[in-house]
């Protein structure tokens, strides 16, 4: 029996889906712990591309089951809007495959029209270029104990009046601070009914179902979203997401008892990207920064915003080794440095005359920092057809070893191409 936690050791879109995607095949449970639908993570099975929000990453496997938990915030119309999807793909998905925990908080319309409203309101330079999903007034509404949850929607009385209150407060805001039109109950509430009415057999105790499967031997696996750099706490605040993505919450976030987790794997992109503003210390601004974005085809996938793109930054993931505690890594997009002739790693900072190794948590500072590189001969093949480690250039190889040497971690799985097959597990996180 192991229990796996798998995270984003960098700003996010590091290939979570597929490797989750792929590791599946050794767990029962799959379970996204934060987050919301800001997340897009893409899975390519059989040449046929697959982009989800919210339902976990192992959801095109029949026999294992799904869990949203807690920690996690439910756009109710996109998650119907998935699992429709799912099943005009000959996959429904049924309350035996996907269990909705009640304690998860919803979001709601106005949580939307908010995320749109502070954005414009933020002047040029303080805009996070969020995903306009509702996720950081949904949260915000969590922590000040206002929130909706799923668990409401059972309960009419309950969820009459905290949508009342709610729209209350809210429409105080889009009136006389934003200058926006106000929202009505009833077309919420109705919206909302019809929601109940679809989810209502999913929801559940994700907590008391994962301490079952737990006991009974089962294996899980825990699926985060983002990366450790747009952690609420760790990141680099405020231009982050308002949830925790470092491992610590896959236990929080789904009401597991951290005593039971037993790996870690770190997800790292075998260069840098980031969507949306904020520091980017290793980021390139050159024809270099072009090819990296164009041949790893670097385009959000929830947004489809052009992602920036730079070299690989090992202060950042000597930063989610730690935050993290990641027992190993899968080193993803190896394939997309095939053809560079020199790569470069940021091992340090520099700012002010000072020499750093771990991202400072002033921002202004951070924006400041200057990347001091070491450089590394690059590759010329092609290696999307490696299926071992051997396979591999010998300056591939290298390139693994140096960023195993530097944070101290081994890989254990190498990425070459979007699709399940064109992985190298070289060490099973689930085998103890
Ligand atoms: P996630 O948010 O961490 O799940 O990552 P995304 O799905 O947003 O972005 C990763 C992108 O890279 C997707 O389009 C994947 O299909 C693709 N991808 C994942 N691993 C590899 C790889 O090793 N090589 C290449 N070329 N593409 C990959
Ligand atoms: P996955 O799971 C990359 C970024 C947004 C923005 C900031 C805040 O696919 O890796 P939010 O809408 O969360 O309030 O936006 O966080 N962001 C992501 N960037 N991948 C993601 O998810 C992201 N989810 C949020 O671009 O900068
Ligand atoms: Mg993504």
């Known amino acids: 029996m192991a229990n796996v936690v798998i995270i984003g050791t960098q700003w996010g879109d590091e290939g979570k889906g597929k490797i989750v995607d792929l590791l599946t095949q050794y767990a029962d449970c799959i379970v996204r712990f934060q987050g919301g639908n800001n997340a897009g993570h893409t899975l390519v099975v059989d040449g046929k591309q697959f982009i989800f929000h919210l339902i976990p990453s192992g ?51 106005y949580h939307k029209l908010l995320d749109g409203c502070s954005e414009a309101a933020l002047k040029a330079g303080k805009k996070i270029g969020t995903t306009g999903r509702g996720i950081g007034p949904c949260y915000g509404d969590k922590i000040l104990r ?45 919206e909302f009914q019809k929601h109940l009415e679809l989810l209502a057999p999913y929801i559940g105790n994700v907590s008391v179902e994962l301490d079952r499967a737990r006991k009974g031997g089962r294996h899980i696996l825990f699926e985060g979203a983002q990366g450790t750099q747009l952690d609420i706490d760790h990141g680099t605040y405020p231009f982050v997401t308002s949830s925790n993505t470092v491992a610590g919450n896959a236990c929080i976030g789904s009401g597991f008892g951290p005593a039971h987790i037993d790996a870690v794997v770190g997800i790292l992109k075998a260069y840098t990207t980031r969507v949306g503003e904020g520091p980017f210390p290793s980021e390139l601004f050159d024809a270099t920064g072009d090819a990296l974005q164009q041949k790893g085809g670097e385009f959000g996938a929830t947004t489809g915003r052009k992602r920036r793109c730079g070299w690989l930054d090992a202060v950042v993931a000597n930063d989610a080794v730690r935050l993290n505690g990641v027992t190993g890594f899968a080193i993803t997009k190896l394939d997309v440095l095939s053809g560079q002739p020199t790569l470069k790693i940021a091992t340090a900072y520099e700012e002010g005359g000072e020499r750093l190794t771990a991202m400072p948590c002033n921002i202004r500072r951070t924006e400041r920092l200057k990347p001091i590189y070491e450089e590394m001969p690059g590759w010329s093949e092609e290696i999307r057809h490696a299926k071992t480690p051997d396979d591999l250039p010998a300056k591939a190889r290298d390139y693994v070893k140096r960023i195993e040497e530097i944070t101290e971690t081994p890989a254990m799985i190498l990425s070459v191409g979007p699709g399940r097959e064109e992985t190298m597990l070289i060490k099973n996180p689930f085998e103890k």
């Open 59 to 109: 959801i095109l496997y029949e026999k294992k089951k799904c869990y949203i938990g807690n920690g996690v915030v439910i756009d109710p119309a996109v998650l119907i809007g998935e699992m429709q999807k799912l099943e005009a793909n000959g996959l429904p998905v049924t309350p035996e495959r996907l269990m909705l925990s009640a304690n998860a908080h919803l979001i709601m319309p």
């Open 146 to 190: 206002c929130g909706i949850k799923l668990g409401d929607l059972l309960d009419d009385a309950l969820f009459r009046e905290k949508l009342q209150a709610n729209i209350e407060e809210k429409n105080f805001l889009f009136t006389k601070k934003f200058g926006a039109d106000p929202v009505a109950f009833d077309a919420i509430y109705s």
